[in-house]
Each structure stands twice: as C-alpha cells, then as structure tokens.
Nanobody, 126 residues
Framework: QLQLVESGGGLVQPGGSLKLSCTAS????????IGWFRQAPGKEREGISC????????YYADSVRGRFTISRDNAKNTVYLQMDSLKPEDPSVYYC???????????????????WGQGTQVTVSS
C-alpha cells in the first residue's frame, strides 16, 4: 500500500518554472513506476510524464516534451517534475500516481494505476 502526496504547485507567470514533488509513504515505492497526470476543468486527464522504477526510462507527452523533466530519488521516496517554460495551457490539477509491472508509455497512455495522490493546483497567469 502506497500513499502519495504532491506538493509544489502554485501560481507562476507564463514562461516561469515550478518544481512539483510527489512523496510516498508505505511499502514498495522503489518497485513502482511513477507518473504525473494532469486534468483541467472540462478536459480529459492527460498522462504527461512517467518514470520507471529505477529511473532509467522516462516518457513525456508531446505537450510537455522539452519543457518538463521527471526524476526520482528512491532514497527519499520522492519523484519530481521540473516544469519550465510554463504556458497558459498548462494550468491544471497535477496528480502523481504509482503502478507496478507496467511500462511507462503504457502507464501514461492509459492511466490505469493502483495509487493516486490528491493533486496539487498549478496556475499560470500574468
């Protein structure tokens, strides 16, 4: 059983940066792939970046590739999402999620995961 808690959301100007954190408690963080998803009001949930359990494989959606960077520190039970060059279309509630035995591309594409965090709001506005 994993519990996931996101932090780091907030208000940023267009072109600015934020770094989100997803910290896990419970058993088995280091055997789970972790993903970041986002959902804006009236829109479908989007899997934007996922990372394998050992951090060696990363996936990015086209909408964030080149601007966002995912990383993980298994010693700290934490996954990060560095978000740079934020755009007006990026505001959403950002969620982290965890799943075992799933490729990162599939995880981000399907969102079929076992554990979800409660989400953190990201707002981009001048």
């Amino acid at each position: 059983q994993l519990q996931l808690v996101e932090s780091g959301g907030g208000l940023v100007q267009p072109g600015g940066s934020l770094k989100l954190s997803c910290t896990a408690s419970g058993f088995g963080f280091d055997v789970h792939a972790i993903g970041w998803f986002r959902q804006a009001p009236g829109k479908e949930r989007e899997g934007i970046s996922c990372i394998s359990l050992n951090g060696l494989t990363e996936y990015y959606a086209d909408s964030v590739r080149g601007r966002f960077t995912i990383s993980r520190d298994n010693a700290k039970n934490t996954v990060y999402l560095q978000m740079d060059s934020l755009k007006p279309e990026d505001p959403s509630v950002y969620y982290c999620a965890a799943q075992r035995f799933m490729a990162v591309r599939q995880m981000c594409a399907t969102g079929r995961v076992s554990y979800w965090g409660q989400g953190t709001q990201v707002t981009v506005s001048s």
